[in-house]
């Protein structure tokens, strides 16, 4: 799994040497804010978006982490042309590798995608790229991270016909994280603090899975703790601090 | 190449490359371990690799890509980092069907690394960029061979 995602979920320790990652869920469900968490939490971050993001979704209404903002380049292709010459092209426009690749909103790239090849083209665009600035942080003595790590989100409603990709994108995406509504909680058992409960499942071949709950407050705060299975959880005392809005496309 | 093939390929990569280093030649056992792991690719993949069609591209700052000339005279664009290919048989017998591990050509990219046949070409880094696109006038590459 992707150590920055983990990081993002507020794990500890080191884990399995990362792999790309493919974040999924519906609508709403806290997506962009992962990806945005993880992108403030490590060094240099390049977010991918089709579109700028309305607010931040890694920093409270009205409060931000400048010092954070400035590791991350947000770009913005509109569509699966520019997404793809942008990857392309990265080698040539970026002055340094970035440590964590992210893109926001890859439904709506692969809602342009003809065919299964063009959407394994996009993936393994998406992989190689990552690949390559891995090379360019080896090459680098004085950096300090190992490699770039991939994490892409994609929206699924278990409707459309971007799903039927979805085998595709898991051969080049080896670990999964997938956003569900926590019906337990939401059919009011736990005190969840919040109008909206999403559980988040790390899966990923070679390793044990993970699971954290995610809660929006009614501000749209994110906050995480750790599914703990085997044993009583105790959110409260392993409630992850650190906030973020969930701000979702 | 970072990709990875079930672990017996890989094995069975790294044995042919043993063999190849030390002999300069791959012993027949191995020529039929590798028709029996990859299927009918592996001959259309050695026919490639005998008749030196792979070579790796690389740009000045590092960007590399493969290309391989197809046995119909078509260039196909491989990636380095992970298995795409951009020839019918990658998107038919791979991503559709999944009766293939890999298609003749990422398998001839890996058999002329083993066996150091591969050819090496610098292009700009904008050029690279195309190969990667796999853009339509890639035919038009023609510096390539």
Do not use: N
């Not at chain 1, 042309?81 to 790239?109: F, I, M, N």
């Amino acid at each position: 799994m992707s150590a920055a995602l983990q990081g993002a979920l507020g794990a500890a320790g080191p884990g399995p040497a990362p792999t790309p990652t493919l974040v999924l869920g519906p609508a709403r469900s806290g997506r962009s804010a992962l990806l945005f968490r993880a992108a403030l939490g490590g060094p240099r971050a390049l977010f991918l978006a089709p579109r700028a993001l309305q607010r931040l979704p890694g920093a409270r209404r009205g409060e931000s982490d400048p010092r954070g903002l400035q590791r991350i380049q947000f770009l913005y292709p509109p569509s699966l042309r520019e997404l793809l010459r942008l990857l392309a092209s990265l080698h040539q426009s970026l002055p340094g590798p970035p440590a964590l690749l992210l893109l926001d909103g890859l439904e709506q790239y692969l809602a342009g995608c003809p065919g299964p090849q063009a959407a394994a083209r996009l993936a393994a665009l998406l992989v190689d790229t990552a690949s390559y600035f891995t090379g360019r942080l080896g090459a680098d003595p004085q950096g300090s991270a190992p490699c770039c790590q991939l994490i892409a989100s994609m929206r699924v409603s278990g409707e459309t016909e971007v799903e039927d990709h979805l085998c595709i994108l898991q051969r080049y995406f080896p670990a999964q994280c997938w956003l569900c509504l926590d019906s337990a909680a939401a059919l009011g058992q736990e005190d969840c603090g919040g109008d909206r409960m999403f559980r988040a499942r790390l899966s990923q071949p070679g390793a044990a899975d993970q699971e954290w709950r995610l809660g929006f407050g009614l501000d749209g705060e994110m906050s995480v703790s750790p599914v703990l299975w085997g044993r009583a959880e105790d959110p409260g005392a392993a409630s992850d601090t650190d906030r973020a809005a969930g701000a979702e496309k | 190449m970072e990709a990875t093939l079930p672990a017996v390929a890989e094995e069975l990569l790294k044995e042919i490359k043993k063999a190849f280093q030390e002999t300069s030649h791959v012993p027949d056992d191995l020529l039929l371990a590798l028709k029996f792991v990859f299927g009918s690719s592996a001959v259309a993949a050695l026919d490639l690799v005998d008749q030196h069609s792979v070579t790796r591209i690389v740009s000045p700052r590092g960007r590399a890509v493969y290309q391989v000339l197809g046995s119909s005279g078509k260039l196909y664009t491989c990636y380095t980092s992970c298995h795409f290919c951009t020839c019918p048989a990658f998107a038919f017998s791979v991503l559709r069907k999944h009766d293939s591990l890999v298609c003749k050509h990422i398998l001839a990219m890996y058999l002329s690394q083993a066996t150091g046949a591969c050819q090496e070409l610098s292009v700009s880094d904008q050029q690279l960029a195309s190969i990667l696109l796999a853009e339509e006038k890639e035919e038009g590459l023609g510096t390539v061979r």
